[in-house]
């Protein structure tokens, strides 16, 4: 049975859950997490880089960024036409970080999730693809700020 869905319910749905999980939840409403307040932004706004670059099991908070930021860029170009290969290693290249790459690496990731949500915004047909993408980079990000909160636990 297949039952059709509002384009802007799913939209204001999926873009409200990207902004939480990148900006924090906003003040005095319900949040899709356990920690109340804290994004992938603020998570990492409060590291230095040297933080960012202390292995933890063998990975860093510096690598759970790009790495993201990869995926929010990889899919983003998917959503938009790509169907080239993509070689997920790249994703894991970067490991440490000196202060300007680590600034240059929060900057860059506040910008591939600015260009993620207008592509959503501009999506006109919200089909299995799409739907399937916008989910995966949810799902995706809201893992790494996962991980990314439990190494700083370590510190």
Request: charged share 30%.
């Amino acid at each position: 049975m297949k039952t059709d869905i509002a384009k802007n319910d799913f939209l204001n749905s999926i873009l409200y859950l990207l902004r939480e999980t990148f900006e924090g939840s906003p003040e005095g409403v319900g949040s899709a997490y356990l920690d109340r307040g804290v994004g992938v932004f603020a998570t990492i706004e409060k590291l230095s880089a040297e933080e960012a670059s202390r292995p933890v099991n063998r990975i860093t908070i510096a690598a759970h960024i790009e790495h993201a930021k990869f995926y929010l860029d990889s899919l983003r170009e998917f959503m938009t036409g790509r169907t080239e290969k993509i070689n997920w290693d790249d994703s894991w290249l970067i490991e440490t970080v000196n202060d300007a790459e680590w600034n240059e690496l929060r900057q860059s990731v506040r910008a591939a999730y600015e260009k993620v949500s207008e592509t959503f915004a501009r999506v006109e047909d919200w089909n299995e693809d799409n739907i399937g993408e916008a989910m995966a980079i949810l799902a995706h990000t809201a893992y790494h700020l996962g991980a990314i909160r439990q190494i700083m636990k370590s510190f």
